[in-house]
């Protein structure tokens, strides 16, 4: 079992930055290759990926929305995970939620049913 906790969400006016955590606890877990992924659903909308990093090889991965702007990193020795987001607009606005995915992924990386641990969530707020 695997339990993602995220954190560093708030508010920030456009142009502004934040970075996201995520400490993934695991509990009976002894993989070493899975995939790790940020997602967001804002209000009214289902939720998208938005990027994510294979802990096998540190291969990461974007949704188009946000390359250039958004850049995934992990730090295996405290088991965290970061999303730093610069360049913030108000479309960016929604809850952000951390999943792992257990295993290996086949496919496309950023489908959320490829997932089957979830954080709770954290809020990004920006404004214009």
């Known amino acids: 079992q695997v339990s993602p906790v995220e954190s560093g969400g708030g508010s920030v006016q456009a142009g502004g930055s934040l970075r996201l955590s995520c400490v993934a606890s695991?509990?009976?877990?002894?993989?070493?290759?899975?995939?790790m992924g940020w997602f967001r659903q804002a209000p009214g909308k289902g939720r998208e990926g938005v990027a994510a990093i294979y802990t096998g090889g540190g291969s990461t991965y974007y949704a188009d929305s946000v390359k250039g702007r958004f850049t995934i990193s992990q730090d295996n020795s405290k088991n965290t995970l970061y999303l730093q987001m610069n360049s913030l607009k108000p479309e960016d606005t929604a809850m952000y939620y951390c999943?792992?995915?257990?295993?290996?992924?086949?496919?496309?990386?950023?489908?959320?049913?490829?997932?089957?641990?979830w954080g709770q969530g954290t809020q990004v707020t920006v404004s214009a």
């Open positions: 999943a792992h995915s257990g295993s290996r992924i086949t496919g496309f990386i950023l489908n959320e049913g490829k997932y089957p641990y």
């Open positions: 695991a509990s009976g877990y002894t993989g070493s290759r899975y995939y």
